[in-house]
């Protein structure tokens, strides 16, 4: 069964740097999304992508953040300077538009 | 707030009890989908109910659907271990052509052997 992958699972990073995470879609799926989850909260949107460009994004998804989607598969998202509430779990997720979104395993970032 | 809200936020039963999870939500809602994560891991999608059906089945999992008193209820019955995990409820409402799905807090549950 096609599932969304992430990478990397973890990343230790020191404030200020900058960090690309990874995702794989599912190949036939058409919109793509990235949400975070702070240890012990709800999972939080951060931004919706379809057609190559930003359909919706939340006010998490400052000009810290950024998405991209280099080829025909990968999907990133790009925090470029990062800071301590940085720290969270980020899930991506794909899925075909009102229907069910599949989320891939998540990378655990962590901002020192 | 568009989220929904899952009630109770804890619960705690024995093996093969079954276990039942409420969602509330504020707005219209074009479906609403039912998740479960392991404790550090991924979000597994369980349910998804349109606005229009009342009632879906999987397996052990039964979703209910009131659009009316717009809440959800997520039943497991003969539960197991296996099942200890978070639930949440995510609502889905088409937000410029993006469908959005806006997760609660979670109800944390735990099946002891």
């Known amino acids: 069964e096609p599932e969304v992958t992430q990478t990397p699972s973890h990343q230790v990073t020191q404030m200020g740097q900058e960090v690309i995470l990874r995702c794989v879609p599912i190949s036939n799926h058409l919109y793509f999304y990235w949400y975070r989850q702070i240890l012990g909260q709800k999972v939080e949107f951060l931004v919706s992508?379809?057609?190559?460009?930003?359909?919706?994004k939340s006010e998490i998804f400052d000009d810290q953040f950024s998405v991209e989607r280099p080829d025909g598969s990968n999907f990133t998202l790009k925090i470029r300077s990062t800071k301590l509430e940085d720290s969270a779990m980020y899930f991506c997720?794909?899925?075909?538009?009102?229907?069910?979104?599949?989320f891939g395993p998540g990378t655990r970032l962590l901002v020192l | 707030s568009q989220q929904g809200e899952e009630d109770p936020q804890a619960l705690s039963i024995q093996e093969g009890e079954n276990a039942t999870m409420n969602c509330s939500y504020k707005?219209?809602?074009?479906?609403l989908q039912w998740y479960r994560q392991n404790s550090g891991r991924g979000l597994v999608h369980l349910i998804l109910i349109r606005s229009n059906e009342r009632e879906k089945h999987s397996g052990r999992l039964r979703v209910t659907l009131d659009t009316s008193k717009k809440s959800s209820s997520l039943l497991i019955t003969a539960s197991r271990a296996a099942d200890t995990a978070s639930y949440f409820c995510?609502?889905?409402?088409?937000?410029?052509?993006?469908?959005?799905?806006?997760f609660g807090r979670g109800t944390s549950l735990i099946v002891h052997p």
């Open positions: 995510a609502t889905v409402y088409p937000s410029g052509g993006s469908y959005i799905p806006t």
């Open positions: 997720a794909s899925g075909q538009g009102s229907g069910t979104q599949y």
């Open positions: 992508f379809y057609n190559n460009e930003i359909s919706e």
């Open positions: 707005t219209s809602i074009n479906n």
